[in-house]
């Protein structure tokens, strides 16, 4: 990691929209009383942010994203992504 917590194996274009990313999961993951990880690793937000989906059958093609996260938390993501 760069300082500052950002991934360096990120394009640099990438990296805001990975920390947007990053707020909403923390965010769902205090709303829900869970650690961040059980709502996405950081792998996962790293690959969506590296080639952002926009639609759920593109998010569902997402490693870590399967039909149980992809039907909770699918929306939510794409509106994130949302310029």
Same mark, same amino acid.
């Given at each position: 990691?760069?300082?500052?917590?950002?991934?360096?194996?990120?394009?640099?274009?990438?990296?805001p929209?990975?920390?947007?990313?990053?707020?909403?999961? #923390?965010?769902?993951?205090?709303e829900q009383g869970?650690? #961040?990880?059980?709502v996405f690793?950081?792998?996962?937000?790293?690959?969506?942010?590296?080639?952002?989906?926009?639609? /759920?059958?593109?998010?569902g093609?997402?490693?870590?994203?399967?039909?149980?996260?992809? #039907?909770?938390?699918?929306?939510?993501?794409?509106?994130? /992504?949302?310029?």
């Amino acid at each position: 990691r760069a300082r500052g917590g950002a991934p360096v194996d990120l394009p640099e274009e990438a990296v805001p929209v990975f920390e947007r990313l990053r707020a909403w999961r #923390a965010a769902t993951a205090k709303e829900q009383g869970v650690p #961040a990880y059980v709502v996405f690793h950081d792998a996962t937000l790293r690959e969506i942010a590296a080639a952002p989906p926009s639609t /759920l059958e593109e998010l569902g093609r997402v490693s870590g994203v399967g039909e149980g996260k992809l #039907a909770r938390y699918g929306q939510q993501v794409l509106d994130t /992504l949302a310029p």
